[in-house]
């Protein structure tokens, strides 16, 4: 035991009842293992797709294939430690179109807490709900985990900036020079919170 809490054992992909409003065939699943080749290559796409698009997420653009699998096969380890939750948006084909993860403390006085990571919407889905989606199941996901203080962070000036302040997140600070960026330059990084 490493001393990281584990969260409830789940089956290999929970999926959670598409929400009333999924009249479009998005449907979000809770994914406890990458093995699914379509899978995996759908966040490896969705990963790469990001970058290209300028988001800052840890890679600079072009993605290293090596450093997208890497990334991955860290996410599959943390997922079968029971580290962290990761929600996957498909489309009505099947296709990844996004996902979202949690990552609980480990810590003995943060029980009540997590950190969201990675909020992905492929380019092609951008601006039809999906992120909001994806962020209301995270969230039930949260509660149901008794992680009710969540907390993540996003670049100053990014798309990331004005979906979280629309979507009743609350910024607590900024981090002056926090990253740096495929500009060349350092970019400042917001922190935002919120209680369930
Ligand atoms: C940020 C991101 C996840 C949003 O995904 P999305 O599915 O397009 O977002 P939604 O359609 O759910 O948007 C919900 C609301 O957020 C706001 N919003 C989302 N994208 C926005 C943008 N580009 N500019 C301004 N507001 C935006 C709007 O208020 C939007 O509501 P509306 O479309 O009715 O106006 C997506 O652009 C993305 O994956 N970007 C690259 C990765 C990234 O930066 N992730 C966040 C930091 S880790």
Redesign the pocket.
């Known amino acids: 035991m490493d001393g990281r809490p584990r969260r409830r054992q789940a089956s290999a992909m929970d999926t959670h009842a598409p929400l009333p409003h999924a009249a479009d065939g998005l449907t979000i699943c809770s994914v406890t293992r990458l093995d699914e080749p379509a899978l995996r290559a759908g966040l490896e796409a969705l990963l790469e797709d990001?970058v290209a698009?300028g988001?800052?997420?840890g890679f600079h653009a072009p993605l290293d294939p090596t450093l997208n699998r890497a990334f991955w096969d860290e996410i599959a380890a943390d997922l079968a430690g029971g580290h962290l939750t990761l929600l996957v948006a498909r489309d009505a084909e099947g296709a990844v179109a996004?996902c979202v993860q949690l990552v609980p403390s480990p810590k003995q006085n943060a029980r009540h807490r997590a950190e969201v990571?990675?909020?992905?919407?492929h380019s092609a889905?951008?601006?039809?709900?999906?992120?909001?989606?994806l962020m209301e199941d995270l969230c039930a996901s949260a509660r149901e985990q008794g992680r009710i203080v969540l907390q993540l962070d996003?670049?100053a000036g990014?798309?990331?900036e004005?979906?979280y302040r629309?979507?009743g997140w609350i910024q607590a600070g900024v981090l002056p020079d926090h990253t740096l960026e495929a500009d060349g330059r350092y970019h400042d990084t917001v922190l935002f919170h919120r209680r369930l």
Do not use: E, N, W
Request: aromatic content about 4%; charged content about 30%.
């Open positions: 990001a698009s988001a800052s997420v996004g990571r990675k909020l992905l919407v889905h951008r601006r039809r709900g999906i992120a909001r989606r996003t670049l990014d798309v990331g004005p979906f629309s979507t």
